[in-house]
């Protein structure tokens, strides 16, 4: 139980960078697609984290992470601005964490991290640089040591604050997950909520309502109309609300594939100034979503 509160905390995240959050992997590797719809625009994601933590004493952690996203937008709209410079985002996450057993089985962690995030137009720049706190109190019962039992149920609280949200506020991690059956489980919380479906312990099926996104800079300011009284776009930024099913086949007890799809409720592509006022949206129709990859938990 130690080790599943542990890494639970090493990846828990919310915010546009880092939205799907909630998970216990010590690894993984990514791939996003999905079209926009009424358009010919695309947007596709490379994703590959590791998490590593490391003994300080009994009950104790540090948790060293890296994460790199390589996000590609594939824009077949005119638009009335050059585009070339927009079409490849990537982005460089470090994080250290520390974590400690509290009483009554409860867990305190915090978490700080510094992305580096932009199109990389012209080497790397200040405004590349993005920074993330948060604190969290996990309280775990049985989850291991009774499967399948009313008593299975894990509660985490937490405050996730982050420059690349752009607001002067934290954000709150709510997460409850109960493995109510054999067979059954339901995760309530934000950003992720879903309800999981065991046909084995190595075949899973969930249905799921989640947040995605990312942020980056752009070098080079883009002036999207010509207009003088504009300011020119600073950052683009996505948003995604979105519903559907997934699947997960274990390997072996911890290296897993899944696959996700779904259709998004918001999606939302967007560049704005240096005063986070929205200058010019890229795309905000719904559609269809696809995610798959695999991953190591624990």
């Not at 585009?83 to 490849?88: A, C, G, M, V």
């Not at 493995?179 to 099926?205: D, M, Q």
């Not at 942020?215 to 600073?234: C, E, L, R, S, Y």
Request: proline share 4%.
């Amino acid at each position: 139980m130690t080790r599943i509160c542990l890494v639970i905390f090493a990846f828990l995240s919310i915010g546009m960078h880092q939205a799907e959050a909630q998970t216990s992997d010590l690894a993984r590797i990514e791939y996003t697609y999905f079209p926009q719809s009424d358009s010919d625009n695309s947007f596709r994601r490379f994703r590959a984290l590791i998490n590593a933590p490391i003994k300080v004493k009994e009950g104790s952690y540090l948790v060293i992470g890296a994460e790199y996203r390589n996000v590609n937008l594939v824009y077949e709209d005119l638009t009335p601005f050059p585009t070339r410079d927009l079409e490849r985002f990537q982005s460089y996450d470090l994080s250290l964490g520390y974590t400690f057993k509290m009483k009554n089985d409860w867990r305190f962690g915090v978490k700080t991290g510094t992305i580096i995030a932009s199109n990389f137009t012209d080497g790397i720049k200040s405004d590349d640089l993005l920074f993330s706190g948060a604190v969290y109190f996990i309280k775990d019962k049985d989850m291991e040591d009774q499967p399948g039992t009313s008593k299975n149920w894990r509660l985490i609280l937490g405050l996730r604050y982050s420059t690349t949200a752009g607001r002067p506020f934290p954000l709150p991690v709510i997460n409850y997950n109960v493995r109510a059956s054999e067979k059954w489980s339901y995760t309530l919380g934000v950003p992720k909520t879903n309800l999981k479906h065991y046909f084995s312990e190595k075949s899973i099926v969930q249905s799921f309502v989640t947040l995605d996104g990312f942020f980056a800079n752009i070098q080079d300011n883009i002036d999207v109309d010509g207009n003088p009284t504009t300011k020119p776009a600073d950052n683009i930024s996505m948003t995604v609300v979105l519903a559907g099913l997934g699947y997960e086949y274990y390997l072996t007890d911890h290296l897993l594939l899944y696959a996700y799809a779904g259709y998004t409720l918001l999606n939302d592509i967007r560049m704005r100034n240096e005063d986070t006022d929205d200058v010019y949206t890229v795309n905000d129709s719904n559609t269809f979503y696809s995610r798959g990859g695999i991953k190591f938990k624990l």
